[in-house]
Nanobody
Framework: QVPLVESGGGLAQPGGSLRLSCAPSRYVFSPYAMGWFRQAPGKQRELVAEIYRGDYTNYADSVKGRFTISRDGTNNTIYLQMSSLKSEDTAVYYC???????????WGPGTQVTVSS
């Protein structure tokens, strides 16, 4: 298990922006993947964006062109820049790290993102 520290959630207006960050609280050498998932009330947790070793990225169709995931390789902090926010982006956002491909992954505690006027 790798403890993760998340920050950056909050309230934004439709069309606005927020940036989430997530970092492991202990050193991890070159993790296989880190990413963001979200879970809205009454819905299953779903992938938002993930960044892999070598900086390959994968996005949910619903956020392509609006969200950007990036990583600071010096400390394995990842960022999710969210722009053009919609009410349907409202959810608890969870960070996940997979150290190796077959790892089940470690999850952060979650951070609330609310998009509302």
């Amino acid at each position: 298990q790798v403890p993760l520290v998340e920050s950056g959630g909050g309230l934004a207006q439709p069309g606005g922006s927020l940036r989430l960050s997530c970092a492991p609280s202990r050193y991890v050498f070159s993790p296989y993947a880190m990413g963001w998932f979200r879970q809205a009330p009454g819905k299953q947790r779903e992938l938002v964006a993930e960044i892999y070793r070598g900086d390959y990225t994968n996005y949910a169709d619903s956020v392509k062109g609006r969200f950007t995931i990036s990583r600071d390789g010096t400390n394995n902090t990842i960022y999710l820049q969210m722009s053009s926010l919609k009410s349907e982006d409202t959810a608890v956002y969870y960070c996940r790290i997979k150290v190796v491909p077959h790892d089940d992954g470690s999850w952060g505690p979650g951070t609330q993102v609310t998009v509302s006027s």
